[in-house]
């Protein structure tokens, strides 16, 4: 299924940059499509390997606890983020939460 999605993104690459679609973005609509689906299989192949890797610490772990996994992760980034403006210093109390949902549960072992 990578291999699928590397093929995309490179396929979409390649059509964005035979249109000139990184020289001149206006009224390019080809580029633009080909601008889309190398999003579509770059994305897809690096949220395949984040759950590959996920697998490696969650073996057992379902999807949707894995994605549950990714949500707790990203909010932690957010509010460490935040906190450098000034304004993560009110949300950084609720960073507990997704610290312990990253704390293995006997079914994810």
Do not use: E
Request: with cysteine.
């Amino acid at each position: 299924m990578i291999i699928l999605y590397i093929l995309i993104a490179v396929v979409g690459g390649v059509i964005a940059t035979v249109t000139g679609f990184f020289q001149d973005p206006s009224n390019n609509p080809v580029g633009a499509l080909g601008m889309i689906v190398f999003c579509i299989g770059f994305y897809g192949a690096v949220i395949h390997l984040w759950f590959k890797l996920l697998k490696v610490f969650y073996p057992k772990a379902s999807t949707g606890r894995l994605w549950g996994i990714t949500g707790y992760i990203l909010w932690i980034i957010v509010v460490v983020c935040l906190c450098f403006t000034g304004i993560g210093a009110i949300s950084l109390v609720t960073i507990k939460h997704p610290i312990r949902g990253l704390i293995p549960t006997s079914a994810d072992k």
